[in-house]
């Protein structure tokens, strides 16, 4: 059975979906974007680096799913290494969390109007995140 590079899973996994897009980023590494915000990007099939907030970079480094990012360790950046096809999956599932935090926040700027994000084939309708009124 062939396991997909790094760089193809990550692209099956976020080019589906019609607003995410791909260039290059500044340091040479391949990025994903939704909007203007980041999703992360790749160091070739062997790394990848990812945007959260402190406490959920905070909380993916205690359950070892990622480390403090390699250049900026005092941010709320994440870095994952690949060693295997393991690993692969698990920076595939960091880059849908980057997505899902980045699509409501999208929603969010976009005035609360729900987004209809496109999902292959289907259409899946994503209402914005409820605020508790506390």
């Known amino acids: ?10 692209r099956r996994e976020l080019l589906v979906r019609s607003e995410v897009t791909e260039s290059t980023h500044r340091f040479g590494a391949i990025e994903f974007r939704l909007g ?17 907030t ?5 909380e993916l480094i205690a359950a070892g799913r990622a480390r403090p990012h390699h250049a900026l360790p005092d ?3 994440v870095t994952r290494s690949v060693h295997g096809p ?8 960091l880059f849908r969390l980057s997505y899902e935090r980045a699509r409501r926040a999208l929603a ?5 109007a729900s987004m209809t994000a ?11 995140e409820r605020r508790s009124s506390r």
């Open 1 to 10: 059975m062939h396991t997909p590079s790094l760089t193809q899973a990550v």
């Open 108 to 112: 969010r700027s976009r005035g609360g």
């Open 36 to 52: 203007g915000r980041e999703l992360g990007h790749l160091h070739g099939d062997h790394m990848a680096d990812l945007p959260f």
């Open 86 to 93: 393991e690993d692969v999956e698990a920076v595939v599932e």
């Open 54 to 58: 402190r406490t959920i970079r905070d």
């Open 118 to 128: 496109r999902h292959g084939s289907t259409y899946a309708r994503v209402e914005p």
């Open 75 to 77: 941010s709320g950046w």
